[in-house]
């Protein structure tokens, strides 16, 4: 089955740049989506359509893409952005895919 | 104002069925795609099944055979029906829809299943 992947964990100080990456052969032709979640709550998206920023979303959130894998970036981290996010995308058959999600530390 | 309202989890013994359902407002569930997406306790989501805008469905290799996706266009409800629970489909599932152009989304607050003897 497709899979989406994405390191386990992303630490970075204050202030500093957060890149999560997420690899899947599908990327290319699929678009992608990211999501925050904080414990307790349902996740949020940050990212839709691979680069576009939904309304209400912080411009320090950006997405990129270069062939397959697609790059969640957060410039200038915050303390409040600590939380796992995941990408999502879909596979050939149309069936929704989710990665295995990345917890961002903020030390 | 979108509003999305689970119930029906609770806790059944293995081999038995639930039926999820997902109240929607202010919005159609005709017109946009709306899925199941499940977290088991300290995991990951994953999404179980989908149902787009033209009423295609398309369900994950791990619910596949066991669990159906349907919707109720005049009532505006989306329903899960789970046969055949297995301990691993224990977890909280969520309701979403996402609009045909990608955004916005909407999520439901969940509803917990657990499968145990």
């Known amino acids: 089955s497709y899979e989406l992947t994405q390191p386990p964990s992303v630490s970075v100080s204050p202030g500093q740049t957060a890149r999560i990456t997420c690899s899947g052969d599908a990327l290319p032709m699929q678009y992608t989506y990211w999501y925050q979640q904080k414990p307790g709550q349902a996740p949020v998206m940050v990212i839709y359509?691979?680069?576009e920023r939904p309304s209400g979303i912080p411009e320090r959130f950006s997405g990129s893409t270069s062939g397959t894998t697609v790059t969640l970036t957060i410039s200038g981290v915050r303390a409040e952005d600590e939380s796992d996010y995941y990408c999502q995308s879909t596979d050939t058959s149309g069936t929704w895919v989710f990665g295995g999600g990345t917890k961002v530390t903020v030390l | 104002e979108v509003q999305l309202v689970e119930a029906g989890g609770g806790l059944v013994q293995p081999g038995e069925s639930l039926r999820l359902s997902c109240a929607a407002s202010g919005f159609n569930v005709s017109r946009n795609y709306m899925s199941w997406v499940r977290q088991a306790p300290g995991k990951g989501l994953e999404c179980v099944s989908v149902?787009?805008?033209?009423?295609?469905?398309y369900d994950a290799d791990a619910v596949k055979g066991r669990f159906i996706i349907s919707r109720h266009n005049s009532k505006n409800m989306l329903y899960l029906q789970m046969n055949s629970l297995k301990p691993e489909d224990t977890a909280l599932y969520y309701c979403?829809?996402?609009?045909?152009?990608?955004?916005?989304?909407?999520w439901g607050q969940g509803t917990l299943v657990t499968v145990s003897s």
């Open positions: 359509k691979d680069t």
């Open positions: 149902i787009y805008s033209g009423g295609k469905t």
């Open positions: 979403a829809t996402r609009d045909i152009s990608g955004y916005p989304d909407h």
